[in-house]
């Protein structure tokens, strides 16, 4: 007999309105026809074209003029080829070009899943018996692309979730990126890459021991041109300059509430989408809390597992992770170390649970097998749901499973403290399955989860609605760890 479970009545769906503004650019030829033409108009056609755009999109975007500006200034290496100073434009021609240049994109249009849920950094102001709480999602939008968002909320004494309202505007960041690389640590992820040897010795023995992107770029260039057949190993030596593009930091502005940040896809890495961030609130040795997330980064063709770390949910380092055990999606970190070393879960085979241990945070070598599929809810695969919970009774891990008609369960297994290879028990039955009300979606039949929380000795567990919408839903701690030990 399964578990009482308690479904909430939050429920958090797609909102069409959240659009961000974004660099638009067609190309070299178009975007200096259309320079060109803004150049020829008078003053007077400037100024009779640009204000009613600023007095329209003004109402949409937190600073739109701030926003076509930086656009404008991202087409110096066009405005050079025309033999224009960009210094020399009037404020207005200089806007409106970059008008041209932007188009908006609703983050969340298509869908707004797959939850994960840590602790606030400010718990100031609060009555006792109460959390807050920040969400990241999924959101999908034009194109099936995928970004992370946010949400704040409160847990009540009675463990409901109030989540405040979203703000009316849509940021992104400032980024920036690493402009040096150390050889030694950067062709460690080279398994990643799948090059032979001899083409990674290559192109390392081309390089010093720290170097530019330009120069990783030139080498690369210089070995596409002798391996021109080989279209294989051409695109695989591209993958190295879309690794270099995967380090860097992202910044908001202090005046954004969180629910405007948008983490977008800033790297060709991807290009296709960012996936399933898993947040976790880490205690590190000397070094105070730190939130660090999982997730995938996808270029159409290729998974890329990264990682992303913040103390405030203002500024956020990112980084890719490599080694054998860094593949596939489902990565987890677990909340602390064990025995002196960093613990991740993994679903390297994409059907099994996996545990791995490091030394440094951002390699992952020689996982181990943890869980197979072992009931029928969970024939086809299993993965976890975000990192796993501390408890005195255990590591507490929520995994998915996928059964009959690909229907996606969420169950539960704990694991020991101090080793958390050995499994203490695991649900027999699904903790919560699809109902009626929660079949219809992108993909039907699908309850996925990316991160749960302990609060007032239940389990609070976000959850993706079939790839379309979040809901939540609670269980009692205590009947939770019967259960689960029966197994």
């Known amino acids: 007999m399964r578990l009482s479970i308690v479904r909430q009545q939050t429920k958090v769906s797609p909102d069409l309105k959240r659009v961000v503004a974004r660099f638009f650019f067609n190309g070299d030829a178009r975007a200096k026809g259309i320079i ?3 150049m020829e108009m008078s003053d007077a056609e400037v100024d009779i074209t640009i204000t009613p755009i600023l007095r329209e999109f003004s109402k949409r975007h937190r600073n739109i003029t701030r926003i076509f500006d930086r656009h404008a200034d991202k087409l110096r290496g066009i405005f050079v080829a025309m033999k224009i100073d ?3 434009l009037d404020t207005k021609r200089k806007l409106l070009i970059g008008s041209f240049f932007t188009n908006e994109f609703s983050i969340e249009s298509a869908a707004f899943f797959n939850p ?3 602790e606030d ?3 100031s102001g609060l009555e006792e018996g109460e959390k807050r709480v920040i969400l990241s999602f999924r959101a999908v939008g034009e194109g099936h692309i995928s970004s992370i968002v946010f949400r704040r909320g409160t847990i009540n004494k009675a463990n409901e979730i109030n989540l405040v309202p979203a703000g ?3 940021d992104e960041p400032d980024i920036i990126r690493n402009t040096l690389y150390q050889k030694n640590v950067f062709f460690q992820n080279a398994v990643s890459i799948k090059l032979p040897d001899s083409v990674i010795r290559d192109v390392s ?6 170097f530019e992107y330009t120069a990783l770029k030139q080498v690369i260039r210089d070995m596409q041109q002798r391996y021109q057949v080989d279209h294989l190993l051409k695109r695989n030596l591209e993958r190295l300059l879309w690794l270099a593009d995967s380090y860097y930091e992202i910044n908001f502005s202090l005046d954004t509430d969180i629910s405007d940040r948008v983490i977008f896809p800033f790297s060709e890495a991807e290009s296709r989408g960012i996936e399933d961030a898993r947040f976790v609130k880490y205690v590190g040795d000397n070094s105070g809390v730190t939130y660090y997330a999982t997730y995938t980064a996808f270029d159409g063709v290729t998974i890329q597992p990264k990682l992303l770390q913040t103390r405030d949910f203002y500024h956020f380092n990112i980084m890719p992770l490599y080694g054998e055990g860094a593949q596939n999606k489902n990565l987890a970190l677990f909340p602390r170390k064990i025995r002196g070393k960093y613990a991740m879960m993994s679903r390297i085979d994409g059907m099994n649970n996996y545990i791995m241990y490091s030394h440094r945070i951002n390699v992952w070598e020689n996982p181990e097998i943890l869980q197979t599929p072992k009931y029928p809810w969970e024939f086809v ?5 975000g990192s796993p919970i501390e408890t005195p009774h255990g590591w507490l891990m929520i995994t998915h499973g996928v059964g009959p008609m690909r229907t996606y369960c969420l169950g539960a297994t704990l694991l020991d403290l101090d080793d958390p290879k050995i499994e203490i028990g695991r649900l027999k039955e699904p903790l919560l399955v699809p109902n009626k009300d929660e079949r219809e979606g992108y993909v039907p039949n699908v309850l996925y ?4 929380l302990i609060h007032n000795d239940e389990l609070i567990i976000p959850y993706g609605l079939s790839d379309y919408a979040s809901s939540f839903a609670t269980v009692k701690l205590e009947k939770l760890f019967n259960k689960i030990k029966e197994g």
Do not use: E, F, H, K
């Not at 023995?205 to 720290?210: A, F, M, V, Y």
């Not at 695969?381 to 749901?385: L, S």
């Not at 989860?449 to 749960?452: N, V, Y």
């Open 205 to 210: 023995d081309n390089l010093p021991d720290t």
């Open 381 to 385: 695969q299993m993965g976890n749901c």
């Open 36 to 38: 060109q033409r803004v």
């Open 168 to 170: 009316n505007y849509v």
């Open 116 to 118: 994960s849920i840590v």
């Open 121 to 123: 950094v400010d718990q």
């Open 86 to 88: 960009p210094a020399t």
């Open 449 to 452: 989860s990316c991160g749960a």
